[in-house]
Structures are given as C-alpha cells and as structure tokens.
C-alpha cells in the first residue's frame, strides 16, 4: 500500500514538474516575435505590441548599441486598469525589440511604464545620452502632463533615462531614477498663489546639457 502511494506521488510530482516546464517554455516562446519580410517598424510594433494599444509615439529604429540588427523601441497607450477595458488609456508601456541570433526574430523586452500624473502621459521625445559610466548611450525619454487645475495650469515635464539590458537573460531595461529626478524639468506652469514657473528640461537639448553637469561625457 505504501509503495502504492508512493508510487502515485512520484507520478503527481512528475506530471506537476512537466506543467511547469510547459508553462516555462510557453513564457520564453511568448518573448519572442518573427518580424514579417519587409515589414516597416511601425508595421511591426503595431502587430505584435499590446493587443487593441495605439502608439504612444512613432516608432524608433536604431542602431545605437551595434547590434546585429537595429533595435525597434516602441510605445504604447494602455489602460492601466486591466479589468474595465472602457477607460481610455492612462499610461504608456514601453518595449523594445531586441535582436536575437535567428534573423528576422526578435525579443519582447519590457522599458518601463509611465505613469499618468494628473493627465496621461504625453511622450515629447525619446532620444540616446550618456547617463552612467558604461560604455555605450542610454535611452532617454522626455514626457509631459497636461495640468488643468483650479491653481495650477501648465505642463509638468519628467525625464526617464533606461539603461539597456547587457545580457540576454536580463528581461527588462534598467531605470535610472536618481539620474532621471535630476534632470526632470517639473512644473512649466501658471499658479495663481505664485508666479510662473519654468521648466529646465523640456528638450532634448536641455537635457543633455544636465547631464553634462553631472559628469557624463
């Protein structure tokens, strides 16, 4: 009886380990995405991104980091609420589409989302600056939100600098957020207690120009 029981736990164990296994393999192969001969980048993230997600922002392809074949960086408005599919889109989640060894196949690596703050994100410019003390640039994204309040009316401006994965086990970007807090512009905005205030990092320009501050060449 006991070498019965055994016997079935063994098996239960077995069948456990091989769902899981399934499971794994269907997680990796869901990471990855075949690009369509001659499909345009655009073409591309629209067909594999977000099911039903509009573009955030046009799409970038780059050779920044010299990879085999360029990288295509796209952004998409969602809903952050994924059980009430009416709202309208609130965030921007953004994917980068890395290159592998099979030409034409590419993996499905997660950027980072933007949060709403007060308004959805409004991405004004996705750009490369050197951000931290490795070899290669960094990925900078410029956003604003729209502020529509009793006191406050403007556009408050965040920076997001990522460093990008080095390694092909690495699933994700990596956010610099003390670099990025330095050179987020803040409030370009109209207060009715105070007078205006100016952003300092709406451009590009302006932000490469702090990072230099901060010694990044």
Not at 11 to 31: D, E, P, S
Not at 181 to 187: E, L
Not at 191 to 203: A, L, N, P, Q, W
Request: hydrophobic letters at 40%; one cysteine or more; proline letters at 5%.
């Amino acid at each position: 009886m006991k070498s019965m029981m055994r016997t079935a736990s063994v098996a239960a164990l077995a069948r456990l380990v091989g769902c899981l296994l399934m499971l794994a393999t269907l997680t990796v192969r869901a990471q990855v995405v075949d690009r369509r001969p001659g499909e345009m980048a655009d073409e591309f993230a629209r067909r594999v991104g977000p099911l039903g997600a509009k573009l955030a922002h046009p799409v970038l392809e780059t050779d920044e980091w010299h990879l085999r074949t360029k990288v295509v960086i796209a952004f998409y408005a969602v809903n952050s609420n994924d059980k009430d599919s009416s709202q309208e889109p609130d965030v921007a989640d953004g994917i980068a589409f890395m290159p592998t060894a099979q030409v034409g196949r590419y993996r499905q690596v997660a950027i980072g989302r933007i949060d709403q703050e007060g308004a959805p994100p409004d991405i004004k410019s996705i750009f490369f600056a050197n951000a931290d003390h490795n070899p290669g640039r960094e990925l900078v994204v410029i956003v604003g939100w729209e502020q529509r309040h009793r006191d406050v009316y403007g556009t408050l401006y965040g920076t997001y600098i990522y460093a990008r994965p080095m390694t092909p086990s690495q699933d994700s970007f990596v956010f610099l957020e003390d670099t990025s807090r330095k050179v987020s512009g803040g409030c370009d905005c109209d207060r009715t207690d105070e007078e205006h205030v100016i952003s300092g990092f709406k451009t590009a320009a302006e932000v490469r120009a702090g990072l230099r501050e901060l010694g990044f060449r």
